[in-house]
């Protein structure tokens, strides 16, 4: 383990290359607190030299083994002690992802932090459990399969969740013994960026895992096109994914793109109604309304609707908006200015298209700072609406009513995306129908988003490239290769034989 240069920092997050903190380069970024709107800590864009030289570490210590030719049983010591560290510090992770998310402490202490000590619990216990193919055909050949790291793995961790799910991609890259570099969103370093010394402190060697900071258009651009790269992780926006498959194309890289949703919530007759009311409620507020399996298309049964509604709002209109670092709050600020702003402007849009406001659309009377919005729902006309098509990606429900279980499933497909749908119903047949017949990666009945990494994740259509889950993974970060061992002399032509 190497000396480091210095502490973590956060007046000027820098990268973090083979296990040292790089000088502060010549273009710096603000880092903004969306509670306060003020200047939190300053980040230092990686340059295309810069972002060369963290794969370059990258590319020596997977050249030299360092990680790969570890046994079993060292790295999962290291695993377990990146787990027992991360929750020794979690309190300090909160209060820095805090600052620079928006997203509210009691949510990232009890629910999204947590996953990083489950992630790499995980994986330690995965590492001793692996098991390969083997097969014999007809008593003359051996087959197996070999599986060795792919290299170097460019992972890109969005501000929604950036040191949750940067920890997923970056367990699963080294539990098949790749080394990596890790880009989160320049907005949102904090949290990331000290992560880097927990890693070191549990004994990852330098040049294992590094961090670059910076632009999508600079410093991803340039981690994703660079030729020593050979796979790409990337959890964000359906725009950004193609863009990544485009710049990663010509090199051949192998994708894993986990994109944008538009996920239905069908609540039926059927439903037990204060289930589906808190599930509802969760999909679509909880994370700030900022999560990709956000269950933001709301389609009731005209039988239930009115009741429904009427509950939804007023619970909506009762949830804690306020400073993030408060325990008590239970819905944080959106994470930019500009992020803002767009979510803002689908009230508008809402009620040009013929919707009716339900409740919020406003930044909240007590809070002229920052970027709040009270908790917002529209019931919409039409499943055609853009309310209802485009990824809002904030506090913003859209409820549409339905008369047949039918139309909620054809309501349901009738988007570009295709990553999660919801079903709340006790119907055996429905939950049957359902379950074949939605155009999802992920179905979830009777319950809000739960994870397991034992299966896969991910979506259909515009919704991404690829799954994550031990299978997906274990495809993605390694090679293959078949071995075959003749049993027997095979029946082979002697050409040239007198």
């Known amino acids: 383990m190497s000396t480091q240069a210095s502490s973590f920092s956060r007046e000027c997050v820098t990268s973090y290359i083979d296990g040292q903190w790089q000088p502060a380069g010549a273009h710096l970024l603000d880092v903004v607190n969306p509670a306060t709107e003020q200047v939190v800590a300053r980040l230092s864009e990686a340059d295309a030299a810069e972002t060369d030289r963290a794969v370059q570490a990258a590319r020596r210590a997977h050249q030299q083994g360092v990680w790969a030719s570890k046994p079993a049983a060292e790295k999962q010591a290291i695993f377990r002690k990146i787990a027992q560290l991360t929750e020794a510090h979690l309190d300090e992770l909160a209060q820095l992802e805090s600052l620079n998310?928006?997203?509210?402490?009691?949510?990232?202490?009890?629910?999204?932090?947590?996953?990083?000590?489950?992630?790499?619990?995980?994986?330690?216990?995965?590492?001793?459990?692996?098991?390969?193919?083997?097969?014999?055909?007809?008593?003359?050949?051996?087959?197996?399969?070999?599986?060795?790291?792919?290299?170097?793995?460019?992972?890109?961790?969005?501000?929604?969740?950036?040191?949750?799910?940067?920890?997923?991609?970056?367990?699963?890259?080294?539990?098949?013994?790749?080394?990596?570099?890790?880009?989160?969103?320049?907005?949102?370093?904090?949290?990331?960026?000290?992560?880097?010394?927990?890693?070191?402190?549990?004994?990852?060697?330098?040049?294992?895992?590094?961090?670059?900071?910076?632009r999508g258009a600079v410093t991803g651009d340039a981690l994703v096109r660079h030729p020593d790269v050979?796979?790409?992780?990337?959890?964000?926006?359906?725009?950004?994914?193609?863009?990544?498959?485009?710049?990663?194309?010509?090199?051949?890289?192998?994708?894993d793109l986990e994109l944008g949703g538009k996920s239905a919530n069908i609540v039926t007759a059927t439903a037990n109604l204060d289930d589906a009311l808190d599930g509802a409620l969760t999909s679509i507020y909880t994370n700030n309304g900022q999560q990709c399996f956000a269950g933001s298309r709301i389609l009731l049964h005209r039988s239930i609707a009115d009741e429904f509604i009427r509950r939804f709002v007023a619970r909506a209109q009762a949830i804690r908006v306020g400073d993030p670092l408060d325990p008590g709050t239970e819905v944080g600020p959106l994470s930019n200015a500009a992020h803002y702003a767009r979510v803002v402007s689908f009230v508008a849009l809402a009620e040009q298209e013929g919707g009716r406001l339900l409740c919020g659309g406003k930044r909240p009377a007590n809070l002229p700072t920052g970027y709040y919005l009270e908790p917002t729902a529209v019931l919409m006309p039409s499943n055609d609406n853009r309310v209802?098509?485009?990824?809002?990606?904030?506090?913003?429900?859209?409820?549409?009513?339905?008369?047949?279980?039918?139309?909620?499933?054809?309501?349901?497909?009738?988007?570009?995306?295709?990553?999660?749908?919801?079903?709340?119903?006790?119907?055996?047949?429905?939950?049957?129908?359902?379950?074949?017949?939605?155009?999802?990666?992920?179905?979830?009945?009777?319950?809000?988003m739960v994870l397991d990494l034992r299966f896969p994740f991910g979506g259909y259509k515009n919704s991404g490239v690829g799954r994550e889950g031990i299978e997906g993974m274990r495809h993605f970060y390694t090679e293959e290769k078949t071995v075959t061992i003749a049993l027997k002399r095979p029946p082979m032509e002697r050409l040239g034989a007198a």
Request: net charge neutral; aromatic share 10%.
């Open 388 to 448: 209802c098509q485009e990824e809002i990606f904030g506090p913003f429900a859209a409820f549409q009513v339905f008369d047949d279980f039918e139309d909620a499933i054809r309501i349901a497909n009738a988007s570009e995306f295709g990553l999660v749908s919801y079903l709340w119903s006790n119907d055996l047949a429905q939950v049957n129908r359902a379950t074949r017949a939605i155009e999802a990666g992920v179905v979830l009945v009777n319950t809000p």
């Open 230 to 255: 050979r796979v790409v992780s990337f959890t964000g926006g359906t725009a950004t994914g193609r863009a990544i498959a485009a710049a990663a194309a010509p090199g051949l890289k192998r994708v």
């Open 101 to 214: 998310s928006g997203l509210p402490l009691r949510y990232l202490r009890s629910r999204q932090l947590p996953r990083i000590v489950r992630n790499f619990s995980f994986f330690a216990d995965w590492q001793s459990q692996n098991v390969e193919k083997a097969g014999i055909q007809d008593d003359q050949y051996l087959r197996y399969v070999l599986r060795e790291p792919a290299g170097v793995a460019a992972l890109i961790s969005p501000w929604n969740a950036p040191l949750a799910l940067a920890s997923t991609k970056i367990a699963a890259a080294l539990s098949f013994g790749n080394c990596c570099v890790l880009k989160t969103a320049e907005t949102t370093p904090l949290a990331v960026a000290r992560f880097m010394e927990i890693l070191t402190q549990a004994g990852v060697p330098p040049g294992v895992v590094n961090l670059i900071n910076g």
